[in-house]
């Protein structure tokens, strides 16, 4: 059995949701300073303490280098070449509904199959959609502001609730974190921002759709959520971005705090552009997100599925400060063609009883290349905490690669930690017994395939792991021969 | 002129004396100094060295050996030997081969055995390409001092087919001096096709002093040799140890290897294997115990060159007080290496509140066709199994040890002498006391 003819037709095939829709962008030209970061701050008309803290997080900036111990491979990046904003042109008449949304960016979500009116109606979703850099359209704001839930722009909180804002911003994710979690501090253009109060169980799935669109812009977005004692939220990011040639910064930094009692649940289906059959264009992907479970008994759940970028750096991690407090981290990713994905979690158990799990399953196929990167550290004062991991690899094909790298830091005797981890590929047997049975060879590898994630898309809520498991299936096809 | 080697380590290669070296060896050690001067120290910035600090070792300013230790007889070993335990046996006294305390006897023919420097002095050719035969890329800062440094040791080649009918027992004994100082043996380990040898290495002292021991070995086993070998880390409570171990296999060649690690304030194994032919097998099975003070730092790294290879690692840590241990294990398939079967597993059993852990069980795989996996536990005494032993009335402490003992034994039960389990678990069982 020789995958080589198949996984040419995969590497081959066409990005599906590869297409560039014309909207007027209003850029800044490429190259960053101080004048570009105050231009950033002055066009989203910031208050002041925020242009302080992007220019303080500019100038540390500049004192760090890049990451280089990550086992990914890609040209040098130029931050010169980089425009740092670009929005939608007519940012001073906002759409009060979807009637007044773009056509054209209506349209472009119709291509993807996630119509936001359908959604609405369906789902019971409301949509922060996110086109480029700044939120052109927020859906079912009434619904949640009975609820008393806030869900908003980025930008928008900043001129609304600052004293919402501000105690909480850059408090899990500091400015001085890592490098490309600094540049986002200095230049990010907008994001979410949500907060559920005291005891509300957010009333629906929110979510947010991302796509990256102006050529050559950077997309720098924030994300912060709050969850106050005792509320309940569960946020769903997907992402697609059309083809191009040139490769894109995406340098994202995620915020989650959980007060106690508090849940908050994060899902994510991650397709951008990862490259042609050269491993040219594709999405440079460099996230950093950080959930901190403040409070006792609090909940931080990721859930991931990432398929697409052709340089993934992620690692969605849990601070367990919180006694009792819970993290989780879910992820299927996929590298194949030329991707390489270097992602993983952080469990820091800080607060007593604590208890992490993580299930990762990687699957590499073609010349992707795949790194399983996680830290669970166990505090001198995490009296009783727990941490079960299971990283899977699937491999297929001879050319790629999957690599197993985690740390376990273990300073408390009660603490208990397991760790397993797998690297296999798809048995013979296996396949066999499903062909024996008269299924195709690819339905029996989809089917292998979807029952190796079963665990992690189980996580995920129902329209989202519809979605992911076709996703799967469609980056896969062909994959094995 | 010789650049200036890093601060505390600059009195760690003597000057060079009257021993008899071929060119070529002065050379390579010149080479090796080099090198050394160019390298930066290793740092808690490399990946190598992100939980082990070097600070303590460098505060000792060790100095190179450079007078041979004469004064020891015979009896001086009664508190070393392990009463029982039958073996050929090469001793060496602060790094330099102590001919008056080893006892070879008959060795069967095609065995030959001896001090490295007495080899260099009547057949320095067999030995110039054994040395650095085995080490390549992995080359570690202190092999390379062990190189510029390189003086005495222990030679070990079996001739095609020759099997050891008894054990090879290498002592390596340290004896305190006035000042701290540094011995750095080199021993070389070369089995031709078919040789089967056992060999145990231990390294203990006389006495608790202060000295630091950096031992490098290379072994090479051709097709179908078979070699058992056993580590014994006993040194004395206030030394420094650290070893760089390196292994070539070739074609259907097996290789079983045990490290118990109980001895030393700070020791740093690297344990480096590569398959070079195929059908061979490596195990590697470790059990260290780190207590008060001690830091006990393990570095494997195995590389699946070729296909079909079997590799299994399965180290098993005790701590106590306030021991800290570091597991960094590496599995390498490479991109041909298709059929690779790899198993590692790291289990540690926390006993204090102030000991720590520090594991990284790593996988690298560019081969589609392999099975591989790791694991690794951290957790501490079950008290479902105290309760269970303390009800049948046994009291606290002796059930603890009891439960240690049974988790450490499956690694004990490796040895393959029955008096040199005993020793061991005597040892542990002394130290969970």
């Known amino acids: 059995m020789t995958g080589a003819p198949a996984v040419e037709d995969i590497v081959k095939s066409e990005y599906e949701h590869g297409f560039t829709t014309e909207i007027e962008s209003d850029t800044l030209p490429p190259g960053l300073d101080e004048e570009v970061v105050r231009a950033i701050s002055k066009r989203k008309g910031e208050p002041e303490f925020m242009t302080e803290q992007r220019l303080k997080a500019y100038r540390h900036w500049l004192t760090m280098r890049e990451p280089e111990w990550a086992a990914v491979d890609y040209p040098k990046i130029d931050f010169q070449s980089i425009s740092y904003y670009s929005a939608p042109k007519r940012p001073e008449d906002m759409p009060k509904s979807l009637d007044e949304i773009d056509p054209a960016l209506l349209e472009t979500y119709n291509k993807l199959g996630i119509p936001i009116e359908e959604q609405k109606a369906l789902a019971g979703i409301a949509v922060d959609a996110v086109f480029d850099s700044v939120s052109v359209a927020t859906t079912f704001r009434a619904t949640l502001a009975e609820a008393g839930v806030i869900f908003c722009s980025i930008s928008e909180a900043l001129h609304e609730y600052p004293e919402l804002v501000k105690p909480y911003l850059g408090t899990v994710v500091p400015y001085t974190d890592n490098f490309y979690a600094c540049l986002n501090a200095a230049v990010f253009s907008d994001g979410t921002f949500v907060y559920v109060p005291k005891g509300v169980r957010c009333p629906m799935e929110l979510s947010t759709y991302f796509r990256i669109n102006a050529r050559n812009t950077g997309q720098f977005e924030r994300t912060l959520i709050v969850a106050e004692a005792g509320s309940y939220v569960s946020y769903l990011e997907g992402c697609t971005a059309p083809q191009r040639d040139e490769n894109q910064l995406h340098a994202a930094v995620v915020e989650l705090i959980a007060m106690e009692d508090a849940e908050i649940k994060y899902s994510t289906v991650q397709n951008w552009y990862p490259g042609d059959a050269e491993g040219r264009g594709g999405i440079y992907n460099f996230v950093t997100k950080r959930g901190d479970c403040r409070g006792a008994r609090s909940k931080i759940s990721w859930t991931q599925v990432e398929t697409g970028s052709a340089i993934t750096w992620k690692y969605p991690s849990c601070i367990l400060r919180g006694d009792g407090s819970i993290g989780e981290f879910y992820s299927v990713a996929v590298t194949k063609g030329r991707q390489q994905a270097d992602t993983g979690t952080k469990m820091i158990h800080i607060g007593k009883n604590t208890s992490s799990t993580i299930v990762s399953k990687g699957i590499s196929a073609g010349e992707g290349s795949q790194t399983y990167r996680g830290l669970v550290r166990i505090g001198q004062r995490a009296e009783g905490a727990r941490n079960h991991t299971q990283c899977d690899s699937l491999l297929i094909g001879d050319r790629c690669a999957a690599n197993t790298v985690p740390y376990i830091e273990v300073k408390n005797p009660s603490a208990k930690m397991e760790h397993e981890a797998t690297t296999s590929k798809i048995s013979d047997d296996q396949l066999f017994y499903c062909r024996s049975r008269g299924l195709t060879e690819e339905d029996a590898v989809s089917m292998i395939v979807n029952g190796f994630c079963k665990e992690v898309f189980n996580e995920l809520p129902m329209e989202f792991a519809v979605e992911a498991q076709k996703l799967l299936s469609i980056s896969l096809e062909g994959a094995v021969g | ?433």
């Open chain 2, 1 to 433: 002129m010789n650049a200036p080697l890093h601060s505390g380590l600059e009195h760690w290669l003597s000057a060079p004396d009257d021993s008899p070296a071929p060119d070529w060896l002065l050379e390579r050690r010149r080479a090796a100094r080099a090198r050394l001067s160019a390298r930066p120290l290793p740092h808690s910035k490399d990946e190598a060295w992100r939980y082990t600090s070097l600070k303590g070792l460098l505060e000792q300013q060790f100095t190179a050996i450079d007078e041979p230790l004469s004064a020891l007889q015979p009896e001086d070993l009664d508190t070393i030997l392990i009463p029982g335990f039958d073996a050929y046996r090469v001793v060496l006294v602060n790094g330099r081969f102590a001919p008056e305390l080893s006892v070879l006897g008959e060795l069967p023919a095609g065995a030959r055995v001896g001090g490295l420097r007495d080899w260099l002095g009547h057949d320095p050719e067999s030995l110039r390409g054994q040395l650095d035969a085995t080490r390549g890329d992995s080359e570690t800062f202190f092999a390379l001092f062990n190189t510029a440094g390189l003086d005495d040791g222990l030679v070990v080649w079996l001739a095609r087919g020759v099997m050891l009918d008894r054990p090879l027992e290498l002592i390596h004994l340290s004896v305190g001096l006035d000042e701290p100082r540094v011995a750095q043996p080199r021993h070389l380990v070369h089995l031709e096709a078919g040789a089967q040898a056992t060999l145990v290495e231990r390294y203990v002292s006389l006495g608790e002093s202060l000295y630091c021991t950096n031992a490098v070995m290379e072994v090479v086993l051709e097709r179908d040799a078979v070699l058992k070998h056993e580590r014994l880390q006993m040194e004395s409570r206030n030394a420094f140890h650290l070893t760089g171990f390196y292994l070539v296999q070739d074609e259907n060649s097996r290789y079983a290897g045990v490290n118990i690690g109980l001895g030393a304030r700070w020791a740093r194994t690297d344990l480096n294997t590569r398959f070079r032919g195929e059908h061979a097998e490596c195990l590697l099975q470790g059990l260290y115990l780190a207590g008060d003070g001690q830091l006990l730092d393990y570095h494997l790294d195995v590389e699946h060159a070729v296909p079909n290879c079997r590799s299994e690692e399965n180290f098993k840590g005790l701590l106590t007080g306030q021991g800290r241990a570091v597991f960094d294990g590496r599995v390498l398939v490479s991109k041909d290496a298709q059929k690779s079967d790899a198993a590692m597993s790291n289990r540690n059993l926390m006993l204090s509140e102030q000991a720590e852990i520090d594991t990284k069980p790593q996988l690298e795989i560019y081969a589609d066709d392999v099975k591989c996996s790791h694991g690794t536990t951290v957790g501490q005494i079950e008290p479902e199994m105290l309760f269970y032993l303390r009800s049948r009335g046994i009291d606290a402490a002796q059930a603890r040890r009891m439960l240690c003992l049974g988790f450490a034994g499956e690694i004990i039960d490796r040895l393959g002498d029955e008096a040199m389990r005993e020793h061991v678990a005597e040892a542990v069982g002394q130290r969970l006391a």
